[in-house]
């Protein structure tokens, strides 16, 4: 049923288990991993067979964010039109917002190093279990890029709008212990036993009713302050700074990031 190039799918009904599948390039996530992440939440979204969907890396690392090779690729195969760029950060805005309506609860659990679009997509599951010996960061600045896809504003209403402004500005890595600290994830745990407390916490939730569940998830996500106005200007934005000064920063700042 679930037969895709990027991720693994593993039916465990009522649990989806859905495993970022390129450890080679560290789970970095191009336009085809974002396109079959998006099919699955498509296709199971009102499928209430499942229940909870859990969202891990193979390999050692979670997800290295964007493929920065493709988009390097992209913008040296025409630089006069980056209309694409606009385009990619819809795609992912569409993508992420799903989370928030879907009926599943979604886990992420974080079973290593998580950059830039890899922590976005982190931070819009339900419950977030990282490993203590994890890390994470948001890279964008050294790449001429800001932290985009709607990551910042969510990252606002996670940890506030000072250690948001610390986290992208500076684009320094941080532990799980800091995440923990700053409220990004819900637990830290040894790798060791990341998988025996992510189906713990699985375990506790396909016990409840599902109705009252999910119902529950959309209110609270309802009562967290809309960011929908700020994704109007986010993907022009991304646009912008990518165009600003031709293209010499970013092809810098990908090629820092490929090495």
Not at 57 to 66: C, D, H, I, K, P
Request: glycine share 8%; charged share 25%.
């Amino acid at each position: 049923m679930f037969n895709y190039e990027t991720i693994q799918v593993i039916d465990e009904k009522p649990v989806l288990r859905v495993n970022l599948n390129r450890p080679e390039k560290a789970n970095a996530m191009n336009a085809l991993m974002n396109s079959e992440l998006n099919d699955v939440l498509t296709r199971v979204r009102q499928n209430h067979d499942y229940r909870v969907i859990v969202f891990t890396g193979n390999g050692r690392v979670f997800s290295a964010g964007a493929d920065m090779k493709e988009l390097s690729g992209l913008l040296k195969d025409d630089p006069t039109d980056t209309t694409w760029i606009r385009e990619d950060q819809l795609q992912r805005h569409e993508f992420l917002r799903k989370f928030d309506t879907l009926d599943q609860i979604t886990v992420a659990a974080i079973n290593g190093p998580m950059r830039g679009a890899g922590m976005a997509l982190a931070m819009v599951c339900d419950f977030r279990i990282m490993a203590e010996e994890a890390d994470g960061g948001l890279p964008e600045i050294e790449r001429g890029l800001f932290f985009s896809g709607g990551g910042t504003p969510r990252l606002v209403n996670l940890v506030g709008p000072l250690k948001a402004k610390e986290l992208i500005m500076l684009g320094e890595t941080f532990t799980a212990e800091e995440a923990d600290k700053m409220g990004l994830v819900n637990k830290v745990v040894p790798l060791a036993e990341l998988e025996s407390s992510t189906d713990e916490l699985v375990g506790k939730l396909t016990a409840k009713s599902f109705a009252p569940l999910r119902i529950s998830k959309k209110i609270v996500n309802a009562a967290v302050p809309a960011i929908d106005p700020l994704l109007y200007y986010d993907a022009e934005l991304q646009e912008a700074v990518m165009t600003a000064g031709g293209t010499a920063d970013q092809m810098a700042g990908f090629e820092k990031a490929k090495k």
